[in-house]
């Protein structure tokens, strides 16, 4: 239970970041949101998406901001602003980037 989905997203960062680690926060975000990472002492890295890409990061986009130290990847749908909802083949798309990116990172 929480106040809304700031309140748990905040939370989340303080549970899981420790200083210098990094939390991707895909562009366009709620203001808040890379403030709640630098409370936690982390890096929030902004990959951005305009209008021309419907205001969603591709694959390729969360693959190049992963890096060793990512701990997090903040996405909360709908999202505002622009009242975005993230279907199952973007979050299937964005997982696999994650997971590839993760193993290639261990095998460096």
């Not at 748990?8 to 960062?13: G, P």
Request: hydrophobic share 45%; aromatic share 6%.
């Amino acid at each position: 239970m929480s106040a809304g989905a700031k309140q748990t997203l905040y939370n989340l960062a303080m549970a899981v970041i420790d200083p210098g680690d990094e939390a991707i926060i895909p562009a366009p975000y709620w203001v808040s949101y890379p403030d709640m990472v630098l409370l936690a002492d982390g890096q929030p890295v902004m990959p951005f998406a305009g209008m021309a890409q419907g205001y969603k990061i591709t694959p390729r986009q969360l693959a190049a901001a992963i890096t060793p130290q990512t701990r997090l990847l903040l996405l909360n749908s709908p999202a505002i602003p622009p009242a975005l909802r993230i279907r199952a083949p973007t979050c299937a798309g964005s997982g696999s980037a994650a997971r590839a990116s993760a193993h290639s990172h261990r095998h460096r």
